[in-house]
């Protein structure tokens, strides 16, 4: 038998104080409790637009996500709250109710069965409230929470920062105290793209979540890499949502328009698509040859290091780049439309990680589990 | 020596009719004419928030453009108007210059040197006075003109149809005409996404060139997926611009979105990555994993056929989809900043097509021009 773990580091949580107060509000997000047959018929509204989608337990119950973990085999999850966190709240709000999420979530996960003697099922990504009006001190104390809660190892965050967006100076203490407090940034989309691009047709909430997630993730880590932040705090540990959305296949694009614009065309200290190899993917991409080319462009980011060594034209080892990609579920959104005993869009993306050519069962072991084990410091 | 032909099929000219109607304009999109030491010192501004850039008789001069291409051995060239087309035109100036753009553009390509006893170095993608207002019967004469133009082998096209984006019924009898004609169908960006997108930061036109542009193809092509226009019309042939943006890297998450979405999961004949197979992709994405990545995805889509016979478990051949994948330069834009013989825009996109692996020298001489010379009937 195998002592590989399987760790999904992209599976979500409405807590219960979060769940309450999404119940309470009258305008997105919220939840609309409801009974049909007598039985709770919520739905949970988040997006523009939202049609809704049924909620329940699994988003806040951890019996239930445990309960799932064993279903599909998974060791252990680094579970993260669900978008869209604190960012609709005022700034008081928000950092009350941060510091008693990151209470609930240590809590949370310190109650859990144990994996190991000295590992637990589940483990955290914090929050912080990083709305409009918050003062810097008031995320500094945040990470110094969550840095203290033994079982929290990163932040979650989306990319509205304190409302211009990540690239703002006005964050560059909050990186440098996450830098030194080496927690793990998962950045993860909510709002996409202007909901005028999707057209007049209802085709559910393929379009947002297929195309909008993934672009908005692209924009927010260019933008980062535009504004010098990985140049300035070059140990800043930044793992992408849905295999970093279309970042990968636009890379080579981006450092091309880049060079060609005198705005910014000696701005940064390396290529664009250097920088890809310091961050973290996750594994969401559902289709093996998604994670084979992401592997392909973090492996081929040594090229592209300003006075480096390796010629442009060496051929790429994917094994590389497996180092930094971890699989994830999503969990609990997608679940499957007809009840199956395994659902769908987990098969999925551990079948894919199977099926990438090129990689071998230390990187496939790798991505399953051992490269979050060692990214969060649990080995 | 290699009887191979280097052919661009993502080139553009205003022709001059085109750019006098830019420079007599006094809104976007417009060409801004001044002198600057006794000097012309034209810049054009199509974009929204656009900063400018210089432009001069590369962009209208067909010498210059037979001049580029002897410079980058470039043996033939399909033009292509530049964005935004016509479509801030009322529908009867759209339709009346349409009419003569065409025949300006057969013109430009039947006047051109000669590359072999029955080939010139010419050819063209002409225009649709695709607006709002304008009726089908136009737009149907356009493609019959197009037709009857004997260097003019496909048409251009931006994203938004009538108004309503191309998933619009409206435009079936377009399609229909179109996969009848066997003109090649050019989709090309220009809106890219919301500009609120791109933040405070002026980082010049990289965000909206390197991410906007193929967000919008992406986009566009994804609705017409999800319309079942490639269902309806399997025939048609359409060239996705920037090899096809963001969709190869999220095919995968879009078939898996797709699948769980009640609204969407049965409306489609196949997986949505069995329609990849069916486009064709310029090669102008910066970058070898990039370019191999796309031609995994192409190759990959026999796996999606629904009822087919492909296990979803098979390698893909990444030879296969080179054959739908065609060289492309975006000459005149991304002009080297500092004068050089050579653009590297051009020596990227051809050093990405020899340095893909798995790519033998049929693949690369096919991309590189024979796959062109195919897909447009001129063998």
Redesign the interface.
């Known amino acids: 038998m195998s002592l590989a773990r399987l760790v999904d580091v992209h599976t979500h949580v409405y807590l219960p104080r979060y769940a309450a107060l999404l119940r309470s509000r009258t305008t997105l997000p919220r939840i609309i409790t409801s009974s049909r047959e007598g039985k709770p018929d919520d739905r949970l509204f988040i997006l523009d637009r939202d049609?809704g989608r049924p909620v329940g337990s699994q988003y806040w119950d951890r019996d239930e996500k445990l309960k799932f973990m064993d279903r599909h085999g998974i060791d252990m999850s680094v579970v993260s709250s669900a978008n869209p966190w604190l960012d609709f709240l005022p700034a008081s709000e928000a950092q009350t109710l941060a510091t008693q999420l990151n209470e609930d979530l240590e809590q949370y996960c310190a109650d859990s069965p144990s994996l190991s003697p000295s590992l637990k099922r589940l483990y955290g990504f914090g929050l912080l409230p990083l709305v409009p009006e918050i003062s810097t001190a008031a995320l500094l104390e945040a990470i110094e929470q969550i840095s203290k809660l033994s079982h929290l190892k990163g932040i979650i965050m989306g990319t509205r920062g304190l409302g211009?967006?990540l690239?703002?100076e006005d964050l560059d203490p909050v990186w440098a105290a996450l830098e030194k407090s080496g927690l793990v940034v998962f950045l993860h989309p909510h709002y996409g793209?202007?909901v005028?691009?999707?057209?007049?047709?209802?085709?559910?909430?393929?379009?947002p979540?297929?195309?909008g997630f993934?672009?908005?993730t692209?924009?927010a880590t260019?933008?980062l890499i535009?504004?010098g932040v990985f140049d300035r705090f070059p140990s800043l540990r930044l793992l992408l949502a849905?295999?970093g959305?279309?970042l990968?296949?636009?890379?080579?694009?981006?450092?091309?328009?880049?060079?060609?614009?005198?705005?910014?065309?000696s701005r940064l200290k390396h290529d664009a698509?250097w920088y890809l190899g310091k961050l973290y993917f996750d594994a969401v991409?559902?289709?093996p040859?998604?994670l084979?080319?992401v592997s392909?462009?973090i492996s081929?980011s040594q090229r592209y290091e300003a006075g480096g060594s390796v010629p442009?034209?060496t051929?790429?080892d994917r094994a590389l780049g497996s180092r930094r990609m971890l699989f994830g579920t999503d969990h609990p959104f997608?679940?499957?439309?007809q009840p199956t005993e395994k659902w769908?869009?987990v098969v999925?993306n551990l079948?894919?990680i199977d099926?990438v050519?090129g990689w071998g069962q230390v990187e496939k072991d790798g991505v399953r589990g051992a490269n979050a084990l060692s990214l969060f410091n649990l080995v």
Chains 1, 2 share one sequence.
């Open positions: 049609t211009k967006g690239d703002s793209v202007d005028e691009a999707w057209g007049e047709k209802d085709n559910g909430h393929v379009l979540l297929a195309l993934p672009f908005e692209t924009i260019t933008r535009l504004a849905h295999s959305g279309a990968p296949q636009l890379s080579s694009r981006l450092a091309s328009c880049i060079e060609h614009d005198p705005v910014v065309a698509r991409a559902y289709g040859e998604e084979g080319f392909d462009v081929r442009t034209n051929a790429v997608f679940p499957p439309l769908k869009s999925e079948q894919a099926a050519t």
